[in-house]
Structure formats: structure tokens, C-alpha cells
């Protein structure tokens, strides 16, 4: 364009020349009696700038890559027109295969029908890759080709969700992703831009999700470019890398899980940092501050984590990660026979491999030796109650001085899977399951049984209430264990066995634990209805003993959705609701009369039992501090009820019949 306009300029300047040369010299006004000149210079280009990339040369003329890349383009241009690629599909597969742009996993759908895949597979052959750029489009497509051979392999539901993720018309749902935080409005086109790379990305990772690399006494297997697991087969040690922003690191102490993958979260955080460069171009001049980035990188994170899960393929991918670690399957076996709390779903952490893979020989020999026993004695190892190199005689030793006979020996020898099971609690100690068998055992060599009590039974006598630490379940009246096991034994109605455990037998064992009654030798005998009765009496004792106890403040008229919320004012209703929720509200009577504490009870209409209790500490203004949310035998309630008991400690609770809203 330079050159075009200087040449113009030119041509008029030399018109004007031929017209003064018209005239005479004589006749030329108010100009001097002299020849005029002309100069003109070749037009220059300015001195080329690197960073600005540019396709063409100093000279004017296009740079051989961008000759290149249009080649390329051509090229592509034709291996798609022969492979009928579809006009809606043609861009989204040109820029992957001439410059690597993810390709949206809807589009490779279309691919992966049999007779594509083989015209695909036959175009990709005949390519001739003459050049870097050629060559790396070839490999492009042949990925693609195995892309789609793999997503033609994905079950149904995975399927099903890709199709309902982008609908007929074309217009993704970004209602999927999680919403942006606070002060991240202003990004949001770019941010759900990068949401779209993820998806696609993380669709990709999916269909190959594992690379490994082998060496001479090494292995290490990369998973979804996140992390990586180093196999040493000299040292026996296994390390994991997991990516960070800028690289890999080594964690201390992290460890995957070798037969349950990606079972938690944390593998998302960093699949997520290979996208933080481009989390900070989205953001550009905001990516420095903390209070910016943070966020909008958690919102990432999450963003990676609702894909994988609506993804339906998560299932498949565990089972391809695990079938690419090189462990040995010999080792992993010998291990869960000799673990004895074993669950459904539960994996094996690289730690306790590598325990296992260290002491094979001897595993080896403690399973072959005796297969039923060797889940107890792994637990006494864990537990270093004995060594890794002590046999059975001295695991037995270690029984007798807990007071195990033969009589239970024997019965450890049969069943000590299914003595345990019932024993086996999430997120408990394995030493208190340790103390519970052994109280187990105990119980059933003095009941004269050679075959485990029911299951419902044992997890009753052995369930967590808040009195569990008062009783002895070893020592239990025989007649109250055999007539409860009389009680559920043969066909019940629905929902008679839960009352049964909730409203008699727990009940029972909160007496025995809390009163402490001497039974004599026909007491021990005595039949189911006789503790029941004794129950019944003792606690009707209790509550009239603390009806004289009361106080005063607290809220009425408290109401949350449909539940009336109303404060206990007496210690007779704390024992009273206490019982029948199963928990240790009586305890709290001396702390509620000296306005200390307040509990409002959650009731339901035509329902005699509370749905939850709300307890506050009271400071000396009224106010509360919230101190706990509790439903029956202190489980968990939903997140709105506390949302509300939160709103509620806010308030002041002092003053004789406060209304609510005074």
C-alpha cells in the first residue's frame, strides 16, 4: 500500500512537471527564470519488528513459514473434503489438525461410526507428510483416529450426557458450570471460553488417560498430564509428582491410590493447573492480584470436577488408570486377604503397598498357612501389637492375655471376616475395632455360641451412643442377648426392626450402661419383656426426680419452614426428649439453670419425637454462640437448619417468655 501511494504521488508530480513544460519560461508567474527538479527515491518499508510476528518479509514479499502453513491449510483442506467431513464440523477439525486447537468432544461423535473410522483410517495412510508441518498434522489425525475409536467404545450414559451437554441447536448449556465468584463478572466471556478448552481437554485426557514410560528397574505412569507415580522395583518404593503451576513437584507424603483412582478431588486441583496460564491470559491484567486469581483458579477447579462428573466416564477411566500401574497383582492379592477391614469401594494406597510389597514372602506364607486367620493377624500388625515376623502362636498368646479362650479361638479361626464386619465403622479407630472384638469373643464363649449373632444385633450393641464408654458389652445378661437375637429372628414387617433396635434394645443398653444394675444368677436368665419392664421403670424414676429443675429464658415462638422451634425450660423435657433422641441432653440442666446454655428442640406436627436440637452457648449480653446441631443419636441434620441456628444465636435469649421478633 506504501508503494501504491508513493507511485500515485509520483505520477501527479510528474504531471504537473509536463504541464509547467507546457509554458514558456518567460511567461511563468511570480516564479524565478529557473528549471525546476525532481527527485524520486524508492519507497522503504519499515525495519521489521519480531514480536509482531508478521507475515510478510522487508521486501514486501510472504515469509516461507506462512507459505508454509498455507500449504498445510490446503492440504488439510482436501483430506477433509475427501473424507465428506460435514460443513459444521470443517473448521473445528481444520484448526486442530493445522494448529492443534481442541477439538469439542460432541464433534468426534461424528467420527467415530465404523465406516468413517475405516475411509478416515485409509485418507490418513495415503498422506504424505512432506515437511514438519505435514508431518505434524499426520499425527494429528492419526490421534483423532484413535480419539474416535475410543469414544465409539464409551458405555451409553457417557454418550447420552455428551449428547444432552450440547443440544440440537448448537448452543452449549453453560448452565453446567459452577457460577462465577464475586468480582469475576468482568471476565466472564473469557472464563467460560476457558471452561469450553477445559471440557474439551479433559474429554481428550479421558480417552487416553495414561502414558508410561519404562527403564531399566523403573516405571513411571503419567495420568491426565496431572500427576505422575514413579515405580523404583529396586528400592520397592513408589513416589508421585503432581503438577503445579509452573512444573512437577514432590509432594512429602502423597500418596495415590492404586486400585480406586481419582477416588477424591485433589487430582482436580491439579488437572487444573495445566490451564493456569491460560486462567491468567483470560484474566490479563488482573491475574497478579490474589484476591482475583484465587478464586477464579478454584472456580476452575470446580469447573474440572462437575465435567468429570457429568461426564458418566469416570468409572472407566479408574479401571484404565488402574490396569496401567505395573504393580504386582500377586502382592495385591496376599494383601487383602491378610486385611481384615475391608469395604466395598475401598482401595489400596501406594503406603501400604509398599509395606505389602517389602514383606511379600512373608504374607505369602501367612496366607497359605491359614487363609481365615491371617485378616486378624495383619489387623494385630497394623496395630503393632505383634511383628511383621510373628506367627500365629504368638497372635494367640496375645488373645489369651486379653481373655480369649480356646472355645474363642476357635471361633476367630472360623469366622473372624464375619466378627469383624458388623465391628467395621467409616472413620473409626482401628484400635477401638480391635477392643470391640475382642468384647465380642468374649461375649459369645460365655453364650456357649459356635456361630456369629446377627448382624443388626451386634451393630446395636456395639453402635456409638454417648454412654458406649459406660458399658461393658462383654459382660451383658445373657438373657437379654439371647432374647433380643428371639426378637428379630424369622419374617418381620417392615420398618418392626429398626423400632426394635431404636425403641427397646438401645434403650435397654442406655440403662445398663448408665444405672449400672447387679443382676443375680436368675436375672442373668431372665427373658426379654423382664429388661424391658426394668427399663421402662427406671426411666420413668429419672424423670420424675428432675422435674423440679427449671428455668426460664428463651425464645417462643420460633418457626423454620413448617417445624416449630421451642426451648426447653425444664430438665424433665431434656431427659425426656434426651431418651428419645438418643442422646445426652440431661447432662446440659445445670448449664441451662445458670443461663449458660439454652436448647430448642425442632419439632414436626403429629410427630411425638423432635426432628433435631439446637444447642447455644449464652454469654452474659443474651447472645448465643452456636455449639451444635444435632438429629436422633447425634447424626448430622441438613446445611439449611444449621443456616438457621446461626441466625438464631444472634439473637438475644434472655428475658421471661420473649416472643420471637421482640
Known sequence: MALLAATTVGSAQIGCASLFDAVPRDHRPGRPDIAPSFQLTHPTLPEPDPEQASLFSPAGVPVRDWLESEAVRDRVGVLLAAAHVPGSHLRAYADYLCDGTLVDPGLVVWLGAPGRLLRWEGLVEGFDADGDGLQAAWNRAMALLSYAREVRQWPRAAMLALKRQRPVGRAFDIAMFPPLPDRLGEFRHALLALALRTRALLYSEFASPTRVSRGEGWCVVDVLGAFGVHFDYQRRFISVSVRSANSFGFPRYAQVDLLEPLRTEDWCRAFANRLRQDLRTALGWAWPHADIEAPAFAWLTSVVQTIAARSRLLERVRRRISDAYPYNRQVVRDLREATIDLRRGRGLLGGDYMWAWRHAEILRQRVGEAPRLAPLWGLAVRLKLIGVRDDFHALRRLLTERGVTTAGWKLLCRWSRALFRPLDRPNASLQVAWDDLIAHVRLLQRAQAVV????????????????????????????????????????????????????????????????????????????????????????????????????????????????????????????????????????????????????????????????????????????????????????????ALVEFAKGLARMGHFGEGLEAGE
Open 452 to 639: 456369629p449373632m446377627p448382624y443388626c444385633i451386634v451393630r446395636a450393641l456395639f453402635a456409638r451412643h454417648w454412654y458406649t464408654d459406660e458399658l461393658d458389652v462383654g459382660g451383658l445378661p445373657l438373657g437379654l442377648v439371647r432374647g433380643a437375637i428371639e426378637q428379630v429372628r424369622g419374617p418381620l414387617p417392615l420398618g418392626a426392626l429398626d423400632a426394635f433396635i431404636d425403641h427397646e434394645l438401645t434403650p435397654v443398653l442406655g440403662w445398663i450402661a448408665r444405672a449400672r444394675p447387679v443382676f443375680d444368677r436368675n436375672q442373668q436368665r431372665a427373658p426379654w419383656r423382664w429388661f424391658h419392664a426394668r427399663c421402662i421403670e427406671w426411666t420413668e424414676r429419672e424423670r420424675q426426680r428432675r422435674q423440679m429443675i427449671d428455668w426460664t429464658h428463651g425464645i417462643n415462638g420460633l418457626r423454620w419452614r413448617r417445624f416449630d422451634v421451642v426451648p426447653l425450660r425444664d430438665s424433665a423435657m431434656l431427659w425426656q426428649e434426651g431418651e428419645a433422641m438418643r442422646t445426652c441432653l440431661s447432662t446440659y440442666a445445670d448449664d441451662c439453670r445458670g443461663r449458660l446454655y439454652i436448647i430448642y428442640s425442632v419439632r414436626a406436627g403429629g410427630r411425638p419425637r423432635p426432628v433435631a436440637h439446637i444447642g447455644l452457648h449464652l454469654g452474659e449480653d443474651g447472645t448465643g454462640r452456636l455449639d451444635q446441631v444435632r438429629g436422633f443419636a447425634n447424626s448430622a441434620v441438613e446445611p
